[in-house]
């Protein structure tokens, strides 16, 4: 079928994903190299990636329904190299676990795949599948531990994710129903058309579709799920939920409102009502994780302040022409920034919480002393997470203040600085306990080498990116070039 | 190049060290030795060629750095004559604190590396030209003093060390806001742009702004009442951090004010110049009577420090040319003399391991070369003419006299107590009678002890009788600055 190698980074992952369960099926003694299996699979996807960048041959295929430009690229980087990191810091937990192996590199593996085909999505139903398709193994995921807390997350996980799905659903329906078309180009055309005979209508959709981005972004008001299921969900699942759900609704949120939804007379509502969710998102998510104990539950509301933050850069719709997709850029920055700078967060924490059988930050003191490594690179990716240079949550906060002050939105800007002031609280607060606490014992350990690995790849990529931020930001400017008009 | 060399050679001899494998880590002092010599080397070679007729920032490297909308940041460095003196200072007393920590063996690798990252950072503040970068620097000095401070430190070091960090912190993050209006509203982080762009629609009053940027190098200088972390943590640091603290980051403030605050925002800096005077003198008369008290001789150096950055102040509230190149002078000088003092307290410290006034006495009968050092840095201190101290003291006097004599007629009352608090400590410290509990102490005896303090006296007495030599580079740049004030 003609544009099949196209789909080659998506389909390589997928097929991974039956190898690895084949292979573990086969070799029942072999557990160890099922991993590597995956992490070989992901290799493929990004050679693949770049192959198709070193040609520079953008297109669309199946009718225009996905597309290989330069923003499926930019995530689908994105995404391999998240979903990298979470098998690295998967191995120690999954190999002690011991059960399902195999299926659970396979979940892992078929989420990717979703996410991939998702970046490159320019269909409503190619992009409700994908979502789908990247969802379902989450669930499962969630609900992967032994205890009944997972069962809980996953159940919960489920519903709440059922329920974003039918509104998500239903306004895809309502907008096909007004304009005739699924495909995205298709549907800008027949609203700058005549869309405003239907203005009412297309709010509707719009709403409803926020909703349902809005559950996956874990924005308020539907972010009641999260604290729950990251709390609940194994660590290693509960890093690649806040990273990689959250990324994918963002990726195909900025795509669907900047490509279908971005007629003049529409841009305003959805950034007013984008703008005022980022607002409530950050303030409540930072005023909550002040007073968590649990670090799981603390990086589970500091992810939905953090996703306001993004949201900032939805809201950033300068009228000028040629800076009309500044704040597209700022998000797919920040969405880069603040996967590599979670996970990171989340390697240490998946670390220390196996070590100190421990979730609670009190029991985090002193782990300076216990453990330099993954104090040192926690502490660093909590700054980062606040907006200290030298790192790259610095440059991604920048970049997205800077894009909403051009649209006149200098309230949000405010809000936002002093949200970044109150996050410095809790964040700091971690380091404070770390560097200054006593530890409870004094044995030091080492980090098992594929946690070392993760940590360091993540760690490093903060600091050079917080140093040399420029590759970053032209990859996120040049990927959004495809909304320019 | 050159500066670039300053900015990198520590941070790259900073790798070196910490890659260096454990059984040769007692090398680590000879690796930042030769370092610290070679950016100071570099430094006076770079003060030699500095041409003193041209205006405008010399030896300067432009590269584009991070493109955002239509701003761009740039990596931009170059020297005038109010920065060149000061990096001279900074590797100077890189290379005395290098010296002074030769006898450093708990875990000398991290320790030096620290050193060298904290000279690595205070000269890319001194030389940025780019805002951000220059904030980026000014946040980077804190990683390396909080670990010199928190690991190698005495006392309650670990509490001192987060009060430094955290007044800072809490300084910059207001400069921080100063700085993004300034630059969102001229489109341009570039401060030579900068200083010629006019802020017509800023996002907060100018005057906030200026006020802003003040209070992130107030705390620095320190002025009072932000000035609590510092008799903290100049008692806490070790000796080397002691030297730097006092010498060369006291004076990020200082020079901050000069570059940021005056040159951007001239019209603010004239209304609010005497309030800049009344501070400073304020700082000097109350760090001058808080000194008195102190029975702690590193306390009671560091109070003095306040008292002594006070006239810095005093002198920029003058704005003139005369003020403004006193200030400079007085940074300078400050930071020798103080380093040396630092440097004598330390080597006594070494040796009697407290620095307890009441528990001191006669030391000058054990310690002769220690006493003869610490007299001769207390002496510049309280300003003796033909020392380095005199000089700054004067011009800074002369500059504001005739715009602020009710400033000036207070500020002089607090050199007098300078006179009587370290005469005081000097005799109660290093004479009297003769304490035989240190008898078997042994007197300054290492060539690195000599060394350093012979070469900071050497130019504490330089500075004092040829004050010219630094005058000539300082002045035209103040002067061209004094010119814009005045419009």
């Known amino acids: 079928m003609n544009g099949i190698d196209v789909l080659g980074p998506q389909l390589s992952v997928l097929v991974a994903a039956g190898v690895v369960l084949v292979a573990d099926a086969l070799f029942p003694g072999q557990r160890r190299i099922l991993p590597f299996l995956a992490l070989a699979g992901l290799l493929t996807a990004a050679l693949w990636t770049t192959s198709w960048v070193g040609r520079g041959d953008y297109q669309t295929v199946f009718h225009g329904t996905i597309a290989l430009d330069r923003y499926a690229v930019f995530f689908q980087y994105v995404f391999a190299g998240v979903t990298a990191t979470v098998i690295f810091a998967s191995i120690d937990w999954v190999s002690r676990e011991g059960r399902r192996q195999g299926e659970y590199y396979a979940l892992v593996l078929t989420v990717c795949g979703g996410l991939m085909f998702l970046a490159g999505a320019r269909d409503l139903i190619t992009i409700f599948i994908a979502l789908e398709l990247s ?113 994918a609704a963002f990726a195909v949120a900025t795509r669907v409102f900047f490509e279908a939804l971005g007629a003049d007379f529409l841009r305003d509502d959805w950034s007013m009502i984008f703008a005022v969710i980022a607002a409530v998102s950050m303030t409540l998510g930072n005023l909550m994780a002040i007073v968590q104990s649990d670090i799981k539950r603390m990086l589970g509301y500091s992810s ?59 029991d985090y003191a002193g782990m300076w002393k216990v453990s330099p490594f993954l104090a040192l690179g926690l502490a660093f990716c909590l700054v980062s997470l606040t907006g200290i240079p030298p790192t790259v949550g610095f440059w991604a906060k920048l970049y997205i203040f800077n894009a909403a002050v051009r649209a006149d939105l200098v309230w949000l800007v405010i809000i936002g600085v002093l949200n970044s002031v109150i996050s410095a609280y809790y964040y700091l607060g971690v380091v404070r306990v770390m560097f200054l606490g006593e530890p409870g014992t004094e044995q030091r350990f080492r980090a098992s080498p594929s946690i070392a690995v993760a940590m360091a790849a993540t760690a490093l990529g903060v600091l050079v990116f917080g140093i040399v931020p420029m590759p970053l930001m032209s990859a996120a400017r040049d990927a959004v070039e495809i909304f320019a008009r | 190049m050159e500066l670039s ?192 762009a006019e802020f017509r629609d800023t996002l907060l009053p100018l005057g906030w702004v200026f006020f802003f940027l003040f209070i992130g190098f107030a705390v620095k200088l320190p ?33 901050g004010i000069i570059r940021l605050c005056v040159t951007l925002m001239p019209e603010v800096a004239h209304d609010w110049d005497a309030w800049m005077a009344g501070v400073g003198a304020f700082s000097v008369l109350y760090g001058g009577f808080i000194t008195l008290r102190q029975t702690d001789v590193k306390r009671l150096i560091a109070y003095s420090s306040v008292s002594h950055m ?114 005081w400590m000097l005799q109660r410290v290093m004479f009297g009678p003769v304490r035989h509990e240190w008898d078997e102490l042994h007197d300054q005896r290492h060539w690195w002890e000599h060394t350093v303090v012979a070469g900071l006296a050497a130019l504490v007495i330089l500075l004092g009788v040829y004050p010219s030599l630094i005058m000539n580079v300082i002045e035209p740049a103040m002067t061209t600055l004094a010119e814009r004030l005045q419009v």
């Open chain 2, 5 to 196: 060399i300053l900015i990198f050679l520590p941070a790259i001899a900073a790798a070196v060290i910490l890659l260096l494998p454990q059984r040769l880590e007692q090398n680590a002092k000879w690796v930042a030795l030769v370092t610290a010599a070679a950016m100071f080397a570099l430094s006076v070679q770079l003060f030699f060629r500095f041409d003193t007729g041209a205006s405008g920032y010399q030896f300067v490297e432009r590269r584009s750095w991070v493109d955002i909308g239509a701003f761009n940041l740039q990596y931009f460095v170059g020297v005038d004559g109010l920065s060149l003196p000061l990096v001279v200072l900074t590797t100077c007393l890189t290379l005395a604190s290098v010296l002074v920590s030769f006898s450093v063996t708990h875990r000398p690798r991290a320790y030096f590396a620290c050193l060298l990252i904290l000279a690595s950072s205070v000269v890319g503040v001194f030389v940025s030209l780019d805002l951000m970068l220059f904030f980026l620097f000014w946040e980077l000095e804190l990683f390396p003093m909080y670990l010199l401070i928190s690991i190698w430190g005495s006392g309650r070091k670990e509490y001192s060390a987060t009060k430094f960090v955290l007044y800072t912190i809490a300084g910059s993050a207001f400069m921080l806001i100063g700085i993004l209006v300034l630059a969102f509203d001229a489109r341009t982080f570039d401060i030579e742009q900068l200083a010629a």
């Open chain 2, 223 to 255: 002025i009072v009442p932000l000035h609590t972390w510092l008799p903290d943590a100049h008692s806490d640091a070790p000796t080397a951090v002691s030297v730097m603290l006092a010498g060369v980051l006291l004076k990020m403030g200082g020079y």
């Open chain 2, 310 to 423: 006070g006239l810095v102040l005093l002198g920029i509230g003058a704005l003139g040319s005369t003020g403004l190149t006193g200030a400079t002078y007085q940074m300078l000088a400050h930071g020798l003399i103080t380093g040396l003092m630092f440097v004598m307290i330390g080597l006594m410290y070494e040796r009697t391991h407290t620095r307890d006034i009441a528990r001191l006495g006669g030391l000058a009968r054990q310690m002769p070369l220690i006493a003869t050092g610490m007299v001769f840095a207390g002496m510049a201190s309280l300003g003796l003419p033909a020392l380095a101290g005199f000089i700054a003291e004067v011009t800074v006097f002369l500059g504001t006299f005739q715009r602020f004599e009710w400033a000036v007629i207070a500020s002089i009352f607090g050199v007098v107590l300078s006179a009587g608090y370290i005469l």
């Open chain 1, 304 to 362: 939905i302040a953090q996703a306001g933050n993004f949201l900032v850069g939805l809201a950033a719709i300068s009228v000028a022409g040629e800076e009309f997709t500044l704040g597209a850029s700022g998000v797919l920055l920040f969405v880069a920034a603040y996967a590599f700078t979670n996970l990171g967060a989340f390697v240490a924490v998946i670390a220390i919480s196996q070590r100190i059988n421990s979730d609670r930050i009190a």
């Open chain 1, 135 to 247: 969802s379902i193994p989450q669930y499962i995921l969630a609900g992967w531990g032994k205890d009944s807390k997972s069962s809980e997350a996953g159940l919960k996980y489920l519903l709440l994710g059922a329920i974003a799905s039918s509104l998500l659903l239903y306004g895809m329906a309502l907008l096909y129903g007004v304009t005739g078309t699924t495909l995205l180009s298709g549907i800008a055309d027949a609203i700058a058309a005549d869309g405003e005979s239907y203005r009412g209508l297309l709010i509707v959709a719009m709403t409803l579709l926020i909703a349902g981005f809005g559950f996956k972004m874990a924005v308020v008001p539907f972010q009641m799920w999260v604290p729950d299921v990251y709390q609940g969900a194994p660590t290693p699942v509960a890093a690649f939920l806040s990273v990689g759900s959250k990324a």
